[in-house]
């Protein structure tokens, strides 16, 4: 497309099984996530973020993580993630099966204190331990940094804060660094300085897209940081989700719209877009609502018949 400098191919991380349904309700079946995961898998996402080791307590939804562990096909060519807190979850999730794992830290202190009941420095404390395990044990580790384009508690957030807490995690080990707008307030130009200021501390190859879409931008700061470079994007089918420590926030960009995007676009993902609307469909229709992508909405019929 003329005037647009992209990435040939982008990798998809589907996060919906994890920061999709972590704030649902209601019980979510662990059959039901294993299902989802299975359809996310067929239809061809390379990696699928399945489950939290945090405290039962403070995200009940995840307490079931190690038996979707024990369920979901391990022979497929499948990245699968968990989230890892602390060396407690490290462990946990090491017993479980996992084989790559995740921390999360912030951007601002105000979400940290929230989201893992510390401040940003005691958060790099805990993280660097599960670093340290987990390149003794081959285990790759990803590192998510909250609050990159704003925070609920803070407001405005700079991008020298993201870049710095992003140079650590690297340094730590995290082999990507996932850069989240969890509250979905970013723009585009806002968001090209985000990356800017954090590629100077960490290649672009080694950073993701993790938009939430709550106020409806999240598709164009993606179109906006692939310019910049960057080639892998997180995204959770049917538009699912929402942070319990971000008031208010929506899900993360839906899976079908960035895929439909992309194809329009001529980029490669190697997702099939019929495949995760069904998969789209199907985890609503469980959950007995509508998804939030409007692709999926505007496709049903499409979906439906071919069902
Ligand atoms: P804490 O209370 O400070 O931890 O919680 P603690 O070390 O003082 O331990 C207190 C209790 O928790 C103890 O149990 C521990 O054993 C237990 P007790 O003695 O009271 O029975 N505990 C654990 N249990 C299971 N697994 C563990 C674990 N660690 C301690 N790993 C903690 C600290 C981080 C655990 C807590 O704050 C927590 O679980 N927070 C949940 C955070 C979370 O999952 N948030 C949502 C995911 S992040 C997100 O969605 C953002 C992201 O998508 C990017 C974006 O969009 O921005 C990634
Ligand atoms: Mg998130």
Known sequence: MSGLVL????????VGPRDGLQNEPGTVPTALKAELIARLVAAGLPAVEVGSFVSPKWIPQMADSADVLAQIDWDQPVDYPVLTPNMKGFENALAAGAREVAVFGAA?????????????AESLDRFAPVCAAARDRGIKVRGYISCVLGCPYEGDVAPAAVAAVAERLLAMGCYEISLGDTIGTGTPAKA??????????????????????????????????????????DSSVGGLGGCPYANGAAGNV???DVVYMLDGLGVETGVDLDAVIAAAWFVCDALGRRPASKVALA???????SA
């Open 7 to 14: 990435p040939a191919r982008v990798r998809l991380v589907e």
């Open 254 to 256: 839906a899976t079908e």
């Open 299 to 305: 496709l049903e019929g499409r979906v439906r018949k």
């Open 192 to 233: 090209q300085a985000m990356v800017e200021a954090v590629a100077r501390v960490v290649p672009r190859e080694r950073l993701a897209a993790h938009f939430h879409d709550t106020y409806g931008q999240a598709l164009a700061n993606l179109l906006a940081v692939m310019e910049k470079g960057m080639a892998v994007i």
């Open 108 to 120: 601002s202190e105000g979400f940290s204190q929230r989201n893992i009941n510390c401040s940003i």
